[in-house]
């Protein structure tokens, strides 16, 4: 069973930064991707960002404009979101994901697991 726990939430200003972990665990397919996503209050999930887990292939939502970095540590079985020059609309509750979906990174049914979220509030 695969097992997704992020952690990492806080409040923080705007113009700040923030990383946040998700520990992986139960999972052992070469072709597994990670995705980190956000639902902020009456939105849907939003893709965020994604990586593959051996070859660390990183993919990203356009609407960050280059403010989010995704990064995994394999030894540790962690991914991180490294989120820089944070704004109010960045306020979400940011998730965790695993599955095999291949070209279908951006897709949250292609995706087997999901973490419990955690938050993150960027305040003006």
């Known amino acids: 069973q695969v097992h997704l726990v992020e952690s990492g939430g806080r409040s923080v200003e705007a113009g700040g930064s923030l990383t946040l972990s998700c520990a992986v665990s139960g999972f052992t397919y070469s072709n597994y991707m990670l995705g980190w996503w956000r639902q902020a209050p009456g939105k849907e999930r939003e893709f965020v960002s994604a990586?593959?887990?051996?070859?660390?292939?990183?993919y990203y939502s356009d609407s960050l404009n280059g403010r989010f970095t995704i990064s995994r540590d394999n030894a540790k079985n962690e991914v991180y979101l490294q989120m820089n020059s944070l704004r109010p609309d960045d306020t979400a509750v940011y998730y965790c994901?695993?599955?095999?979906?291949?070209?279908?990174?951006?897709?949250?049914?292609?995706?087997?697991?999901w973490g419990q979220g955690t938050q993150v509030t960027v305040s003006s």
């Open positions: 990586i593959t887990w051996v070859a660390g292939v990183t």
């Open positions: 994901s695993g599955g095999r979906v291949q070209r279908y990174y951006s897709d949250p049914s292609k995706y087997d697991y």
